[in-house]
C-alpha cells in the first residue's frame, strides 16, 4: 500500500533532516496519510515501479498565505523525495505535474513553503522556476503541525502561472 511507502518517505525525509540540522516534520500517522489518499490530495511520481517523489497538495491554505489566500492557488506540502534517487532533479517533473494541474483546476499560482532558513532549498526551488517571496512569522500555527510552532522563519514560494 502507497501509505506504507509514503510514511517511509517521510522518515527518510526526517532522517535528512536530522543530519542537516534542518526543522524536522512530525510522524505523521498511516490513517492520516491513508485520508489524504483518499481525497486525492498525496501524490506521487514512480519510476521503475518505485514511489521517486511524493508531495500533498490543498486548495486553500490561509494560515500560511493569510491575505494572498483568495482560492486562486495550489498549495504543495511535505515534498519527500526517495533517497535512491535524490539528485535527480526529480522536483522540476513535479512543477511539470502541478503546472498542469493548477491550469485543469484554473489555478493562477502554484505555492509553497518551507521552515527555517535554508540557503539551499531557497536555491533548489528558485532553480525550479518558484519566485522566493521573502522569509515570514507566522501568526496562525495552532492548527498547523507541530514543526510550523518550534520555527518562526517561514519561506514562501510562488510560481505564477
Not at 26 to 33: G, L, M, N, R, S
Not at 74 to 102: C, E
Request: hydrophobic fraction near 40%; charged fraction near 30%; charge should be negative.
Amino acid at each position: 500500500m502507497d501509505a506504507d511507502t509514503i510514511l517511509d518517505l517521510y522518515q527518510a525525509a526526517r532522517n535528512l533532516q536530522t543530519a542537516k540540522n534542518m526543522v524536522v516534520w512530525p510522524t505523521f500517522d498511516k490513517e492520516y496519510i491513508e485520508a489524504e489518499i483518499k481525497d486525492q490530495r498525496q501524490w506521487k511520481l514512480v519510476i521503475d515501479e518505485k514511489i521517486a517523489c511524493n508531495w500533498v497538495i490543498t486548495y486553500e491554505d490561509k494560515d500560511i498565505w493569510e491575505e494572498k489566500e483568495k482560492g486562486d492557488a495550489i498549495y504543495i506540502h511535505r515534498i519527500s523525495t526517495n533517497p535512491q534517487f535524490r539528485g535527480n532533479r526529480l522536483i522540476t517533473k513535479m512543477v511539470d505535474w502541478a503546472r498542469r494541474h493548477a491550469e485543469e483546476k484554473q489555478k493562477r499560482y502554484i505555492r509553497l513553503d518551507t521552515l527555517g532558513n535554508n540557503a539551499k532549498l531557497i536555491q533548489h526551488y528558485t532553480e525550479a522556476g518558484f519566485q522566493f517571496l521573502g522569509i515570514v512569522n507566522l501568526k496562525n500555527t495552532a492548527s498547523l503541525p507541530a514543526h510550523y510552532q518550534k520555527e518562526p522563519d517561514c519561506c514562501l514560494f510562488e510560481l505564477a502561472l
